[in-house]
């Protein structure tokens, strides 16, 4: 399997997008018109597959993300913040008093590779999107680092995401893919930013 393709982001990128997410989110939960800054090249006017996972006290409060996005970059970033504060199935919808006590975390996906063989799947390093009919399953790559998983277990938990069996994964289509992942956390932007 080769290297799904990888990219750079400039910790300026980074910053842009992390506050093109909060302030989606805030100008959505208050009702104010939305702006953007001036992006005019870059990566950040590429189509790229992203997810926004927001957290509250290291816990997970919310994560929506989109595979193949309609427009650039910076805007499909604002449409999954304001998904993953609003449109996540899992959690209440996000209320304007939480945003000073939540952090914001992108991560923007490589294009997705075909695994051939589980072995060259590398924890930490690769995210998962496994399909079988139709149902799909995707988990990003920080997810199985976090918990430990190892190869077999990450592709099981890929599976329950789908809806499969765990073991569905032998004759499901295996896909990776790597991220650029970055938060506000790691890069010390507070709420008042």
């Known amino acids: 399997m080769s ?3 990888m990219f750079q982001l400039t910790e ?3 910053k842009i997008l992390l506050h093109i997410a909060r302030n989606s989110v805030q100008a959505h939960l208050t009702g104010e018109a939305l702006t953007f800054p001036e992006v005019f090249s870059g990566i950040l006017n590429e189509f790229r597959g992203n997810f926004v996972s927001i957290h509250k006290r290291l816990e997970l409060r919310g994560c929506i993300g ?14 999954c913040s304001i998904s993953a504060a609003t449109r996540d199935p899992r959690f209440p919808s996000l209320a304007v008093e939480e945003l000073p006590h939540v952090d914001f975390e992108i991560s923007v ?3 997705m590779q075909r695994v051939e063989d589980i072995a060259a799947i590398e924890i930490g390093k690769h995210g998962l999107l496994v399909s079988k009919r139709h149902c799909r399953g995707l988990l990003l790559p ?6 430990g998983w190892d190869q077999i277990t990450f592709l099981q938990e890929a ?3 789908a809806g499969l069996k765990p ?10 893919f790597s991220a650029v992942v970055f938060g506000e956390q790691q890069l010390h932007i507070t709420a008042a930013s």
Do not use: M
């Open 159 to 161: 599976c329950k995401k």
């Open 3 to 5: 290297q799904p393709g």
């Open 167 to 176: 073991d569905d994964w032998k004759e499901a289509s295996i896909h990776c």
């Open 109 to 111: 996906l490589s294009s």
């Open 142 to 147: 920080q997810v199985a680092a976090a918990f």
């Open 12 to 14: 300026t990128d980074q």
């Open 66 to 79: 989109n595979l193949y996005p309609t427009g650039p970059l910076y805007r499909s970033v604002s449409e």
